[in-house]
Structure formats: structure tokens, C-alpha cells
């Protein structure tokens, strides 16, 4: 019943934002930790951010920090990825992951970051 969606993907210049937006049925979201990875092509799968059940402790790569900033709305069941000054290397799919006693996993939303 545990099903994630991601939304907000899509093609925007070098520079730009975007907001991705992920929500979480099946009645876990409140005590999950959910993360946002990205796989690009020929790339492994990497985790770009992640946040805890209550929203008060955030984990960021080296290579967001600063530009990316995840949140979460518990009463609607939805984490985002707030991106901005987005680059070419940002260029990925991203994925949602909720994690409660094991990971489950969205179908991803595609990012191109070109001009």
C-alpha cells in the first residue's frame, strides 16, 4: 500500500530552480526518514538529500550544499527538494525514498539542466 510519487521534474537552464515534490501514501510518511537521490546516466544512484521523521535534523551532499533545500509537510504527507542555481552536472532522475524498516522507492522525476 506504501506507494511514493514524484513531481516537478523537467528541462530548465543553467541557473534556474526548480521545486520537485514527492508524497508518501500507505501511512508512514509521519514517522519516515525520506531522502531524494539522483542517478544519472552511466552514474550510480547517489543520495542528494534526506530529512527526519519530524523535519529537524537534514543531510545534504557536498556538491548541493548551499544550492538544495529539502523540507516536509507531515500533515500533507509530502517532502520537496527546493533547487536552485541548478547546473549541468544536475542533470539526473530523481528519485524519492522513504525509509521505515526498509527503503520504498518512487518512480523518479527527470531533471535536464540545459541550456
Known amino acids: 500500500q506504501v506507494q511514493l510519487v514524484e513531481s516537478g521534474g523537467g528541462l530548465v537552464q543553467p541557473g534556474g530552480s526548480l521545486r520537485l515534490s514527492c508524497v508518501v501514501s500507505?501511512?508512514?510518511?509521519?514517522?519516515?526518514?525520506v531522502g531524494w537521490y539522483r542517478q544519472a546516466p552511466g552514474k550510480e544512484r547517489e543520495l542528494v538529500a534526506a530529512?527526519?521523521?519530524?523535519?529537524?535534523?537534514?543531510n545534504y551532499a557536498d556538491s548541493v550544499k548551499g544550492r538544495f533545500t529539502i523540507s516536509r509537510d507531515n500533515a500533507k504527507n509530502t517532502v520537496y527538494l527546493q533547487m536552485h542555481s541548478l547546473k549541468p552536472e544536475d542533470t539526473a532522475v530523481y528519485y524519492c525514498?522513504?525509509?521505515?524498516?526498509?527503503?520504498?522507492w518512487g518512480q523518479g522525476t527527470r531533471v535536464t539542466v540545459s541550456s
Open positions: 525514498s522513504a525509509h521505515v524498516l526498509r527503503r520504498y
Open positions: 500507505g501511512g508512514i510518511f509521519s514517522i519516515a526518514i
Open positions: 530529512i527526519s521523521s519530524a523535519g529537524g535534523s537534514t
